[in-house]
């Protein structure tokens, strides 16, 4: 067992996840020159599952032909509706769509980051665990593929790097991760950073 397979055992994740709650871990405020205020709410779910000893997480691949975030690798989610009672239901239901994960087999830990996205929306990421087997569906409608990695081999320096870009006059660093030929960047790459941090015990809050 490699040190980093021993940092994610799946207890000692689960222990840290635990700390978790509605409030979310991390929040920002507003991006440089995106307003603050019209920003459309939405949440996404960061859903893990055990498989062979590793604790992984669950990533949909957007299709080409999207509006929005087309050809991009995410967490399930979207917008929220007025049927939701609130974020954590619009995870949830969302998940439900995509991935055909239904809300009521997901053990939902908590909150881990609400931020602002330069496509205008503050999104909140929820991090929650299903037990395997599973049958997961990718509604083809949203979902081009979808894939699973253990967070081990993502915490490995190997597959991460940062690369800066411009917008509104503003450079930012992101965070990117290769894996299996897939490329994790942009917001979702900064929730994996944060998911990462926290399953490995390197947990930190930050207001607004």
């Known amino acids: 067992m490699s040190a980093l ?10 222990r840290r996840l635990e700390s978790l709650n509605d409030k979310p871990r991390q929040r920002f405020g507003r991006i ?5 205020k019209g920003l459309t709410k939405a949440a996404v779910l960061a859903p893990l599952t055990e498989i062979e000893g590793q604790i992984c997480a669950v990533f949909t ?7 929005e975030h087309s050809g991009e690798v995410s ?3 979207g917008r929220s509706e007025e049927s939701d009672p609130d974020l954590r239901a619009t995870a949830l239901r969302e998940t439900e769509e995509e991935i055909a994960l239904s809300a ?9 980051v609400r931020m602002p996205t330069v ?12 037990d395997q087997p599973y049958d997961l569906e990718p509604n083809p409608r949203e ?36 894996y299996d030929g897939h490329v994790i ?5 900064f929730m994996l950073h944060l998911l990462l941090e926290v399953a490995g015990g390197e947990s930190r809050q930050t207001g607004d």
């Open 61 to 67: 691949k957007r299709p080409d032909t999207m509006a």
């Open 5 to 14: 397979d021993d940092l994610y055992a799946p207890d000692r994740v689960r």
């Open 75 to 77: 967490f399930p989610g």
């Open 32 to 36: 440089p020159g995106l307003p603050r």
């Open 119 to 130: 496509t205008g929306y503050e999104v909140t990421t929820f991090v929650g665990e299903f």
């Open 104 to 112: 009521g087999d997901v053990h939902l830990y908590g909150a881990l």
């Open 143 to 178: 979902i081009e593929t979808l894939f699973v990695a253990p967070l081990a081999r993502l915490a490995d320096p190997s597959c991460h790097r940062m690369e800066t870009r411009s917008w509104a006059g503003m450079d930012f660093d992101l965070h990117f991760y290769d």
């Open 185 to 189: 960047w942009g917001a979702t790459g």
